[in-house]
């Protein structure tokens, strides 16, 4: 069992910054493969990102590739999500989530698998 804090989101400015950190509760971190969904008024839930346990693989939609930078601190509990180039279409709730699956992209892409989620942090990209 984990729980999850997201916090880092705000407004920004379009092709702007921002990084989002979620802090983990517990020892057993590093046995979660850690994700990151958003969901923008109206729509489903959209994966963003996801990472291995180790941190050693990561993968990501078309949408934030070459984007997004998703990566992990397993000492310090902590996962994160680097934004580079916002757009106005990236405005959304962005939450965290931990799973115990197998890495694969069966899983790992499907909110339906994570067992663990934050409370969410908004992130508005100004137009």
């Known amino acids: 069992q984990v729980q999850l804090v997201e916090s880092g989101g705000g407004l920004v400015q379009d092709g702007g910054s921002l990084r989002l950190s979620c802090a983990a509760s517990?020892?057993?971190?590093?046995?979660?493969?850690m994700g990151w969904f958003r969901q923008a008024p109206g729509e489903e839930r959209e994966f963003v990102a996801a990472i291995t346990r180790s941190g050693s693989t990561t993968d990501y939609p078309k949408s934030v590739r070459g984007r997004f930078t998703i990566s992990r601190d397993n000492v310090q509990n902590t996962l994160y999500l680097q934004m580079n180039s916002l757009k106005p279409e990236d405005t959304a709730v962005y939450y965290c989530?931990?799973?115990?699956?197998?890495?694969?992209?069966?899983?790992?892409?499907?909110?339906?698998?994570?067992?663990?989620w934050g409370q969410g942090t908004q992130v508005t990209v100004s137009s």
């Open positions: 517990g020892r057993t971190f590093s046995t979660y493969v």
């Open positions: 989530a931990a799973g115990t699956f197998w890495w694969t992209s069966v899983y790992y892409t499907l909110k339906d698998k994570y067992a663990y």
